[in-house]
Structure formats: C-alpha cells, structure tokens
C-alpha cells in the first residue's frame, strides 16, 4: 500500500504502523473502495487470526494509521469515518456511467 513508520497505536501503546502515503487511497479517493478492498478485509484478516486490528485512514493526508490489537468499530459507528462522498472521488460518476445507479448511491454511504 505504501512507505509506512511504526509508531504507537491510538492508546498510546506500542503495536501502531502508519502508511505515510496510501498508494490505494491515492488512486482511488474513494472511502467506499478503501473499506471494502482495503479496511474490511484487512481488519478481517487479522481478527481471523486472533489479532484485533483497527485501520484508520485519513482521507485528507491519504496516511493510514495500523492499530494491532486494538477492535475496530463498524464504520456507522466510528465518529472519525467521513459521511457522503469525498471531495474528488469519482467513483459515483463511474458507477452511473455503468448505468448501476442503485450502486452509485451506496459508493459514497
């Protein structure tokens, strides 16, 4: 995904990774493709195999900060998950030129 630092997890405790520059996030600039190509499978993945892991990007520096060992909460209840589409994201004009405008609503939910 990109150059990444460790450094501390949210809690101030060891177990932090924060990609500087999401290579992901740079191409797509879609909050709907970084959850579910990135943020979803990646925290399933490592709660698969007993490591709770709590991704966290930020959509304006395009860093993602790697919490291991720390739950994450579903996006409808994470305060620091942006609402509607992000400045820039053209996955909702793609969509409807695919003529799969249900789709095109959820993209940016």
Request: hydrophobic share 35%.
């Amino acid at each position: 995904v990109g150059p990444g630092v460790v450094n501390r997890r949210s809690d101030g405790a060891l177990g932090g990774l924060v990609v500087e520059k999401c290579k992901f996030l740079q191409e797509s600039n879609c909050k709907g493709m970084c959850l579910n190509s990135c943020k979803l499978p990646a925290q399933q993945l490592f709660d698969g195999l007993g490591l709770p892991l709590r991704v966290s990007p930020n959509f304006e520096t395009q860093e993602c900060q790697w919490n291991f060992g720390e739950v994450a909460p579903l996006p409808a209840e994470d305060p620091t998950w942006p609402k509607g589409c992000l400045v820039g994201c053209t996955s909702r004009v793609a969509m409807k030129e695919l003529g799969a405008s249900g789709a095109a609503a959820r993209v940016c939910e």
